[in-house]
């Protein structure tokens, strides 16, 4: 089994008298791992907020009906907690009541279940965020020389845990994770019959990764108007399926203040719904996949290994334009994302002198694991 980076950071978080609040998508191994953690199946009950009578026995639920229902249990470990009805309340009730029990919730939804448990948890919990798996997870499991030498494979079909352990099914696989399970709770959660619309837009979505993003472009394509397209956004970065890049804007008057680039928490789910799983020798937008799997995978580390730092792109109303940026203890780091160590890149005078404080790096395909680990 491959160790996932999480699992040492919840370990040590167990039985301190806190809940642990496991987010991410569905299918990137939350259950995996916690069946990893929890392997004695006598002490540990396990309970699923998707199925209707899970939820029902938390409709008129009260500390002693707890403590019944968790009798002869060590650990308490609720799956999809975002589909219990008020369910920041019971989790409080159980952590304030059961001190004997470690409480453990997952949900593939940050909207859903942050928000519900935000305020009634309050220093009663330690939350993790969990992705599919990484570049330096797969370094851990079988080396640097054989990860550097999936890399193509990995931009293509990513790193969602079936794609990993089912080589030669990543196309039906992806398939099944994008039709299936990706976009459940957007789908649920307004009540869209016809997901037609939603998928235009992800396809908007993935055809301009790394570029400078219109609400109004993608509502044309999609046929959607602004705000709804602005919600199913919003749905969508809660989910984890996207996440974006806003605009660093600090010094000077041309620099654009409030644009935004989106980038897919995987590779594989961007080139499915794109329906490419062309070679990237072969690719046109291979700039693109490139930008989107290094971005993304810096995203990983940096909240796996607990770096406090904010993110953006820079650009100017002449788009001259740097990739990604970094701010860490006052400092800014910028970096240019070339797939080719030949391709040269040349940083914008204007950002060197406005910031002559800054570092630049490019990334490409020979240095890139520095970036990643």
């Avoid at 992705?131 to 931009?155: D, N």
């Avoid at 654009?256 to 046109?284: C, H, M, W």
């Avoid at 240019?336 to 890149?345: I, L, V, Y």
Wanted: proline share 3%; net charge neutral; aromatic share 12%.
């Amino acid at each position: 089994m491959i160790e996932r980076s999480l699992q040492l950071n919840i370990e040590s978080r167990l039985y301190d008298g806190k809940a642990i609040i496991l987010l991410g998508a569905r299918q990137v191994g939350k259950t995996t791992l916690l069946s990893k953690l929890f392997p004695n199946q006598q002490d540990t009950l396990w309970l699923n907020g998707d199925e209707p009578d899970v939820r029902a026995l938390f409709e008129t639920a009260t500390s002693s009906r707890f403590r019944q229902l968790f009798i002869g249990k060590r650990n308490v470990v609720i799956d999809e907690a975002q589909r219990i009805p008020d369910i920041g309340l019971k989790l409080k009730l159980i952590t304030d009541n059961l001190k004997d029990i470690q409480l453990i919730a997952t949900g593939s939804s940050s909207f859903e279940l942050a928000n519900k448990v935000n305020e009634p948890l309050t220093g009663r919990k330690w939350e993790y965020k969990m992705f599919p798996l990484s570049f330096g997870e797969m370094v851990a499991h079988h080396g640097l020389l054989e990860e550097k030498r999936l890399l193509t494979q990995r931009l293509v079909y990513g790193y969602y845990p079936d794609i990993i352990n089912h080589p030669g099914e990543e196309k039906e696989t992806l398939k099944q994770l994008t039709d299936s399970y990706l976009y459940k709770d957007v789908l649920m959660w307004e009540n869209i019959q016809k997901p037609e619309k939603l998928l235009r837009l992800l396809q908007a979505l993935a055809f301009q990764v790394g570029s400078q993003v219109s609400f109004s472009e993608l509502g044309q394509i999609s046929g959607l108007d602004n705000k709804t397209v602005e919600k199913y956004i919003n749905l969508l970065e809660q989910v984890f399926v996207i996440f974006r890049l806003g605009s660093f804007s600090r010094n000077l008057r041309n620099e654009l203040k409030n644009s935004r680039k989106f980038y897919f928490y995987d590779n594989g789910v961007r080139n499915a719904l794109i329906a490419n799983f062309s070679q990237p020798e072969l690719r046109t937008d291979i700039g693109a996949l490139w930008e989107n799997f290094i971005v993304s995978e810096r995203m990983k580390f940096i909240s796996y290994n607990g770096i406090w730092a904010n993110h953006y792109y820079w650009r100017t109303k002449q788009q001259t334009e740097i990739d990604y940026l970094e701010e860490t203890d006052g400092k800014l780091y910028a970096y240019e994302f070339k797939w080719s160590p030949k391709a040269r890149a040349t940083f914008s005078k204007a950002f060197s002198n406005a910031y002559p404080q800054s570092e630049f790096k490019v990334i490409n395909s020979e240095n890139f694991d520095e970036f990643l680990l």
